[in-house]
């Protein structure tokens, strides 16, 4: 079995800030971790991913985000915001066997303020 | 440019109605899955395909159906349309297992039905 918790559904920064938005899992297997980002009336579009090797991951737009495996965590940084980054982002897991199922956390609008 | 195209981006139906929902993928994927997303709920699985005229139910299959004729079309469908199935429906795809599978969904831009 496998989950997510994204925690804070929605999240205001100031422009220039730093952006932190929080992903916790659950997995019984070794995990691939995703975060993925949608605006406004759109699909999905992959941010960044985790499967094997290096635990610090960098993604489009300046993003990045960190495997913690001792803290079950793999939190989405960028360190200023952009008006840009205005969107809502879901943090997702799966792992290599079976059929794939690709489990969403519930999503976190992120507000940048000028 | 891969591409997963879902065929209405807007549809408005009535209570009762039969609806379908069309996708289509050029990437020549394997696995088809379609999720409904609403507010404060994230992404649920409806269904999923990992080939043709094969499906599985995903964790909300109550009210709805999938067909797979071939590889690259998915189709979801909605026998009698009820006001609780208006929602954001996401079509996406992935590869199987093998050289290029990442775990990475290939979402559509989203179908959204309202159901009168």
């Known amino acids: 079995a496998q989950s997510v918790t994204q925690l804070g559904s929605h999240v205001s920064v100031s422009e220039g800030a730093l952006v932190l938005l929080r992903c916790n899992y659950s997995?019984?297997?070794?995990?691939?971790l995703f975060w993925y980002v949608q605006y406004p009336n759109q699909g999905l579009q992959l941010l960044l991913k985790y499967t094997t090797g290096a635990t610090l991951v960098k993604g489009i737009n300046g993003f990045e985000a960190e495997f913690k495996k001792s803290e079950t965590s793999f939190h989405l940084t960028k360190p200023s915001a952009h008006m840009s980054d205005a969107a809502e982002y879901f943090c997702a897991v799966t792992h290599s066997g079976g059929y794939q199922k690709v489990t969403f956390g519930i999503g976190t609008k992120l507000q940048v303020i000028p | 440019d891969v591409k997963v195209t879902q065929s209405s981006r807007y549809l408005v139906k009535r209570t009762g109605e039969k609806v379908f929902l069309e996708c289509v993928q050029d990437?020549?994927?394997?696995?088809m899955f379609w999720y409904r997303q609403d507010p404060g709920l994230g992404l649920r699985l409806i269904y999923f395909?990992?080939?043709?005229?094969?499906?599985e139910k995903g964790d909300i299959p109550e009210g709805y159906s999938v067909s797979r004729e071939k590889k690259e079309r998915f189709s979801l469908i909605l026998e009698s349309a009820s006001t609780n199935q208006t929602s954001m429906y996401l079509c996406?795809?992935?590869?199987?297992?093998?050289?290029?599978?990442?775990?990475?969904?290939?979402f559509g831009e989203g179908s959204r039905l309202t159901v009168l």
């Open positions: 997995s019984s297997v070794p995990p691939y």
């Open positions: 395909s990992y080939d043709v005229k094969m499906k």
């Open positions: 990437m020549d994927h394997e696995n």
């Open positions: 996406a795809s992935s590869p199987s297992q093998g050289a290029r599978y990442t775990g990475e969904l290939f």
